[in-house]
């Protein structure tokens, strides 16, 4: 029996932090043990959001720090395959035929898309955006992805996805698999400044390649109860960043819930929380650490992972355009064109 073939990746925009982990590759590391697994370097997708020549000029050492971080989470790179997707041009090809098998108003809906302007400090919504999931089905559908692992923020996307691919088969008959979404079961982290989500944007996040004092500084000055003043406050648990990371972070449940205990009787100062907090990540991040260093002690590791999982994927995707083309009806319309052309040069050439 053939494995199934898992795609999944990230826009290239800076070091991967927390969030990312708690939001996705916690779960791909657990998964792509179990199947055929892309990772995307999503460079056309940051173009988006991300399009200025300054931007562009990053990609190269923000994918090669993106892969990084991914392998130090404990990505296996014998069974995963790291592709740029702006080197496979025929990406392109397939985005604009599904194009014409969705609607505006059906994009609209997604909510995600608003929220990535709003994000991007946009005012109105650029036509690549709007288009985000589409090229997103193209993504998927060009290895012809059979499982796709999502987040909350990604849902959405890979519903239309799963709308274009047996609109497409149907249409044209049997090509594509209709990928199945495995969500995570983790909840969205909330940044350190407790305004919304992890973000390197809002710079409320905590890199995963980031150094101990590093860690220190940002769980000392993370957002808790604003209404606690003093230490014999009683505080509010719910809702406190603090807690919410020692939830996710602190294996060490007995302690977790004293501090809770102690935080609604007001009987410990939020330093002390945030000191233990530290600690737990700092912990949780050491591993991380040491396979980092070990891969920046392999030069040219991660460029050549790259490099190779880059040009076998553009060799599937080649053959996917062959087939969609076909089945379309689109190779079979130039090559009449080309025989009629022939049979009229031929005519043109002999003696009347």
């Known amino acids: 029996m053939s494995v199934s073939r898992m795609l999944t990746g990230d826009r290239p925009t800076g070091r991967l932090h927390l969030g990312h982990y708690v939001g996705s590759i916690a779960n791909r590391v657990a998964l792509h043990q179990r199947y055929d697994s892309y990772f995307i370097i999503a460079d056309l997708h940051m173009l988006t959001t991300r399009n200025s020549r300054e931007d562009i000029s990053r990609v190269a050492g923000n994918a090669r720090e993106m892969v990084t971080d991914i392998l130090a989470c404990g990505v296996d790179p014998a069974r995963a395959t790291f592709y740029l997707q702006s080197a496979i041009p025929e990406v392109g090809e397939l985005n604009t035929l599904f194009q014409n098998l969705v609607t505006v108003p059906r994009l609209e809906r997604v909510p995600s898309v608003k929220e990535m302007a709003t994000d991007a400090g946009r005012e109105e919504i650029p036509y690549g955006l709007l288009g985000y999931p589409v090229l997103q089905a193209a993504d998927i559908l060009c290895v012809k992805g059979q499982v796709v692992p999502v987040g ?201």
Request: zero cysteines.
């Open 152 to 352: 909350k923020d990604n849902a959405a996307h890979v519903e239309v996805t799963r709308e274009i691919a047996p609109r497409f088969n149907h249409l044209y008959g049997e090509v594509f698999p209709v990928p199945e979404m495995i969500a995570s079961a983790t909840p969205t982290l909330v940044g350190t400044d407790g305004q919304g989500k992890m973000s390197k944007s809002r710079g409320n996040a905590i890199a995963l390649s980031a150094d101990p004092a590093s860690v220190r500084r940002a769980v000392l000055g993370m957002y808790t109860d604003p209404n606690r003043v003093r230490a014999d406050v009683p505080g509010t648990v719910e809702g406190n960043p603090v807690f919410a990371y020692h939830d996710v972070f602190n294996p060490d449940r007995t302690q977790v819930a004293g501090f809770k205990e102690r935080y609604r009787a007001g009987r410990i100062g939020d330093v002390e929380v945030k000191e233990a907090l530290a600690v737990a990540l700092n912990r949780f991040l050491d591993p991380i650490r040491e396979r980092r260093a070990r891969i920046e002690g392999t030069p040219g590791l991660v460029d050549q992972l790259i490099v190779e999982g880059t040009e076998r994927t553009r060799e599937q995707v080649r053959a996917t355009v062959v087939e969609v083309r076909r089945a379309m009806g689109l190779t079979a319309a130039y090559q009449q064109v080309r025989r009629r052309a022939e049979r009229a040069r031929k005519a043109a050439a002999t003696p009347a």
